[in-house]
């Protein structure tokens, strides 16, 4: 079965202070995909990054940087600098390879609350 | 190009009554889904739709809960005979046809059902 851990409930720092969202994932598939989402406190979902499974390398987007590691079945999101506007819930998810009519179904961790405090 | 856009965003109902949840997929998106978020918990896959079909349900609950997505219109969540455990936000996201991207989920801003 499909399953995502993020054990960190809650998180507080001060700014400017790195932060790292920590993720774990169980499937059985050998394709799948993992993402994060931020939910602000106003409370849509914001798309921040896919990630295929047959693609470890690293990424970075301004601040924002994931770390996929397969053998740890791992992807952890760190934001370098926090800033007070990156205060919210993230939410990882995985889902499998949409093939032979598959769906695309998302499995959501419970989301880790970032409070970045000024 | 408009994001997904659900309405209303919030929806107060009293037990018993019928709630109508409604979701326009960003233009050129064929693809539907409905997830729940009960209070302090993540999201919840409910229902995955195409036009005129529903391809996966199996996170609805037996009763009470059905779904749609006709040919013209934006896609529709109905809950019959609301309870106060209905209460919860009800988020839409669509994804493009295409396989490249179809894995991309984009969320609407959701619909807070409150029960009374």
């Known amino acids: 079965a499909q399953k995502v851990t993020q054990a960190q409930t809650e998180i507080s720092v001060v700014e400017k202070e790195d932060v790292t969202l920590d993720c774990v994932y169980e499937?059985?598939?050998?394709?799948?995909?993992l993402f994060w989402y931020k939910q602000p406190p106003s409370g849509e979902l914001v798309f921040l990054i896919r990630r295929n499974s047959f693609d470890e390398q690293n990424e970075i987007s301004g601040r924002y940087s994931w770390n996929f590691q397969k053998s740890t079945s791992s992807f952890n999101f760190t934001i370098t600098a926090s800033q007070v506007v990156d205060s919210a819930v993230y939410f990882c998810?995985?889902?499998?390879?949409?093939?032979?009519?598959?769906?695309?179904?998302?499995?959501f961790g419970t989301g880790t609350l970032l409070a970045v405090q000024p | 190009n408009a994001g997904v856009m659900q309405n209303p965003r919030h929806l107060v109902r009293r037990r018993g009554q019928e709630a109508r949840l409604r979701c326009s997929p960003m233009k050129g998106h064929s693809h539907v889904y409905w997830y729940r978020q009960l209070p302090e918990e993540g999201l919840k896959f409910m229902v995955y739709?195409?036009?005129?079909?529903?391809?996966?349900e199996s996170g609805m609950p037996k009763e009470r809960f059905s779904a749609e997505f006709p040919k013209e219109g934006p896609s529709i969540l109905r809950i019959q005979q609301v309870v106060r455990g209905d209460s919860a936000a009800y988020f839409c996201?669509?994804?493009?046809?295409?396989?490249?991207?179809?894995?991309?989920?984009?969320f609407g801003p959701g619909t807070r059902l409150l029960v009374l």
């Open positions: 996201a669509s994804s493009p046809p295409s396989t490249e991207d179809q894995e991309t989920q984009y």
């Open positions: 499937t059985r598939d050998t394709t799948y995909y």
């Open positions: 998810a995985l889902s499998e390879a949409n093939y032979g009519g598959a769906t695309n179904k998302l499995i």
């Open positions: 739709l195409q036009k005129e079909n529903i391809i996966d």
